[in-house]
C-alpha cells in the first residue's frame, strides 16, 4: 500500500497550490472497480504530511487485475499553471526513485489553467497521471491511474477513459 501512496501522490508533495473545490470527484471509475478507501486514506495522510490544504481524496480499483485510481485535489496559493506543472513534475522526480516519465504534457508559460498530464513506469507499475492547475482558484486536483503487472492489458485499457472523464 505504500509503494501505491508513493506513486499516486508523492507527486503533489511539492504543489501549495485557495479557493473552493468540490470535496469528491465526480468521477464514475470502470465497471467492476470497488471503492478503496485504505488508498484514500493513506492519500491524505501524505497530503497532510506536506501541509497542502486537502480538499477531497478517492481511490477505486479492481485489486484481482492489479488495476488502481487514485484523486486527489488540493488547494493554496496560486501560481501559473506552467510553474505548478513545473513543481509537480520535479516533485514526481525527485521523490519517487526508479520513475521514468514519459508522453508529458504540459500547459502553455503564464496560463492561469491548463492540464498536466504524463505516462509513468516504476518497477512492475506503470501507469498515467492528469492533473488540472488552476492559477485563479489556486487549486490542482490530480488524477493517477496505474497498474502492475497482473493484467496489464485490461487495466490499461480502463485508464484511458477514467482520465477522459476528469475535468
Known sequence: MA???????????????TADAAPTSGLAP????????????????????????LVGSEAWGDPARGCYAAWVAVHGRGAPADVMATQ????????IAGITIRDLVQPAAGSDHGTLSFAFDRATYHGRLRAELTTNQGSIAALACFWNQREP?????????LLGSMR
Open 30 to 53: 470502470p465497471a467492476g472497480w470497488i471503492a478503496l478507501p485504505q488508498l484514500a486514506t493513506a492519500a491524505t495522510v501524505a497530503i497532510a504530511a506536506d501541509h497542502v490544504t
Open 88 to 95: 509537480l513534475l520535479a516533485s514526481v522526480r525527485n521523490d
Open 153 to 161: 492489458a485490461a487495466c490499461a485499457a480502463a485508464c484511458p477513459p
Open 3 to 17: 509503494e501505491l501512496r508513493v506513486i499516486a501522490f508523492a507527486s503533489l508533495a511539492a504543489c501549495a497550490p
